[in-house]
């Protein structure tokens, strides 16, 4: 039997305008209100809220299409943020797993305008995020969110249901900082960091001082932490020297399937980050980004060619 071949979509973030527009280009066609394509499938690498302004419109797309069998899909960080945000906290029935503060309501805004006042059409998404597994290990190919290691998956097995999927008891856990699941799932979803040095902070894209960086944990060689921080270029010389042995790092070695990964506000040309791993997600929701896939035909060598992209709508950046 022949490989299903996919078209693989990184973060969205709110943004549908460009979504659709991508669907288009690839030959996904809308019947009865689900894009579709006669010999193709959608595989989503989550983060579909947070940030842009058409969330609604983003989740109805892509619900449609998993729904009717024409994409699949694993979680994001801003959907499991959500799930956590809008549960009470068992222990503390005041709080939420996620408090509500003022860096997560800020976060969480422009998702929260969009649903404000329907909380039927709020659980029906939340019941949504619900169905999302962690990760898809497929013939050929492997999914997750942002970083892959085998023993953290294992791990995990106890507290999914059988299809992968999140259980509400792994939530509360995994919103429990310091316990395994915390750790694990943060891993898994929201990616592998270096902790820095001796105090030394540095501002994200989004102003917030960090201390740490996430890294680029696939690497199976010595390197640098400036060769592998991301993003790149924003280190002082003497944390940039600081070195970095292989067996500090995950690793992601050349013999396994290929891995596809969003997260990581990568920029510039789309390239494979290594022969078999690549990341999909190009900040959409940013100025100067792009909504990016990859269209997968069952090679284990991942190509340059086989990226596709929607670049952002420049209107967006004149409402924000
Ligand atoms: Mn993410």
């Known amino acids: 039997m022949t490989k299903q071949h996919y078209d693989i979509i990184g973060d969205i973030h709110g943004q549908a305008t460009e979504l659709i527009q991508l669907l288009e280009k690839m030959g996904y066609r809308q019947h009865n209100g689900c894009y579709q394509h006669p010999s193709r499938k959608v595989i989503f690498l989550g983060?579909?809220?947070?940030?842009?302004?058409q969330?609604?419109?983003v989740?109805?797309?892509?619900m449609a299409m998993i729904q009717q069998g024409s994409a699949l899909s694993v979680i994001g960080n801003h959907e499991f943020n959500a799930m956590a945000f809008h549960t009470p906290n068992p222990d503390n029935p005041d709080d939420w797993l996620r408090p509500h503060s003022m860096g997560n309501n800020q976060q969480h805004q422009a998702f929260l305008d969009e649903y404000n006042d329907d909380s039927e059409e709020l659980n029906k998404v939340l019941n949504f995020f619900y169905t999302l597994p962690l990760f898809l290990d497929l013939d050929g190919l492997r999914i997750i969110h942002?970083?892959?290691e085998p023993n953290?998956?294992?791990?995990?097995?106890?507290?999914?249901?059988?299809?992968?999927?999140?259980t509400k008891e792994l939530?509360?856990?995994a919103s429990t900082k310091g316990s395994h699941a915390y750790k694990t799932v943060e891993s898994l979803i929201k990616g592998v960091e270096y902790?820095?040095?001796n105090g030394i902070t540095f501002d994200d894209k989004d102003g917030h001082p960090r201390k740490a960086v996430r890294t680029q944990w696939w690497r199976n060689t010595d390197c640098t932490l400036g060769e592998i921080a991301i993003p790149a270029n924003f280190l002082d010389q003497q944390t940039a020297n600081i070195t970095i042995k292989a067996e500090e790092l995950v690793g992601y070695l050349s013999t396994e399937k290929p891995l596809f990964l969003g997260h990581y506000w990568m920029v510039g040309e789309p390239v494979p980050l290594a022969d078999n791993v690549a990341c999909l997600d190009y900040s959409v929701a940013k100025p100067g980004g792009k909504l990016v896939a990859y269209r997968w035909d069952g090679e284990q060598k991942l190509s340059k060619d086989k990226f596709i992209w929607i670049e952002r709508e420049a209107h967006h950046d004149n409402n924000q």
């Open 146 to 148: 942002a970083s892959w």
């Open 152 to 166: 953290w998956v294992q791990s995990l097995k106890p507290d999914l249901n059988s299809d992968n999927t999140l």
């Open 171 to 173: 939530l509360i856990k």
């Open 55 to 57: 969330q609604r419109l």
């Open 47 to 53: 983060d579909f809220i947070d940030r842009g302004k």
């Open 59 to 62: 989740l109805e797309t892509v």
């Open 195 to 197: 902790k820095l040095p």
